[in-house]
């Protein structure tokens, strides 16, 4: 009799076993079937050693040489026994910051200002101002002026030189200090 009942055709993959060379680590004897194409490759790779598949370039060196790109068919190749593949790619994968950076050429004057990424900001002088400028300069950086400002509006000298940091903080540029010089 005969047993005609559903044929199974099974095809056997000749696996093929190459050199993969990756910094100063090589992995012999790597078995590859190349009926998985270059994707299949990049599987194998990722699995030894651990660089994500979409930052891996590989390089083969044989009777073929030239860099395996992902579309490539390894049976057209045909890479063989023994051949050599090298890796480019790094396993490290640098985390993205916590918070965004911005770069000093992306801020404003008025950014870079408040940041201190700029020379700070000075007073202009008005002609015999000169020494009443530095003065008012050096008092902006004294946190013990500063803090005795804060919420200060009963003297008028306080509220002045508030108003004219205040002004300073803000700008990148010099600004003329007509009210302070006024009162």
Same mark, same amino acid.
């Given at each position: $009799? $005969?047993? !005609?009942?559903?044929?199974?055709?099974?095809?056997?993959?000749?696996?093929?076993?190459?050199?993969? +060379?990756?910094? +100063?680590?090589?992995?012999?004897?790597?078995?590859?079937?190349?009926?998985?194409?270059?994707?299949?490759? !990049?599987?194998?790779?990722?699995?030894?050693?651990?660089?994500?598949?979409?930052?891996? !370039?590989?390089?083969?060196?044989?009777?073929?040489?030239?860099?395996?790109?992902? @579309?490539?068919?390894?049976?057209?190749?045909?890479?063989?026994?023994?051949?050599?593949?090298?890796?480019? &790619?790094? /396993?490290?994968?640098?985390?993205?910051?916590?918070?965004?950076? +911005?770069?000093? @050429?992306?801020?404003?004057? @008025?950014?870079?200002?408040? +940041?201190? %990424?700029?020379?700070? %900001? &000075?007073?202009?002088?008005?002609?015999?101002? *000169?020494?009443?400028?530095?003065?008012? @300069? *050096?008092?902006?950086?004294?946190?013990?002026?500063?803090?005795?400002?804060?919420?200060?509006?009963?003297?008028?000298? /306080?509220?002045?030189?508030?108003?004219?940091?205040?002004?300073?903080?803000?700008?990148?540029?010099?600004?003329?200090?007509?009210?302070?010089?006024?009162?």
């Amino acid at each position: $009799g $005969g047993f !005609k009942s559903h044929q199974l055709s099974i095809q056997l993959h000749k696996m093929v076993k190459i050199t993969l +060379k990756w910094s +100063k680590s090589v992995y012999e004897n790597v078995e590859v079937d190349p009926t998985q194409g270059v994707s299949g490759l !990049k599987d194998t790779v990722y699995k030894l050693t651990a660089v994500p598949k979409d930052r891996q !370039k590989l390089m083969a060196k044989g009777a073929w040489t030239g860099t395996l790109k992902d @579309e490539a068919d390894l049976n057209a190749i045909p890479l063989q026994e023994g051949h050599q593949v090298m890796l480019m &790619g790094s /396993a490290e994968v640098v985390a993205a910051p916590k918070e965004t950076v +911005k770069f000093v @050429e992306d801020m404003s004057v @008025e950014e870079q200002a408040l +940041k201190g %990424a700029i020379i700070p %900001a &000075g007073l202009v002088n008005l002609g015999n101002t *000169c020494y009443m400028n530095a003065t008012v @300069e *050096c008092f902006r950086y004294m946190p013990e002026v500063r803090e005795a400002l804060n919420g200060s509006h009963s003297i008028n000298l /306080a509220t002045l030189l508030k108003s004219t940091f205040g002004e300073l903080d803000r700008s990148g540029a010099s600004i003329p200090p007509y009210s302070f010089v006024h009162n």
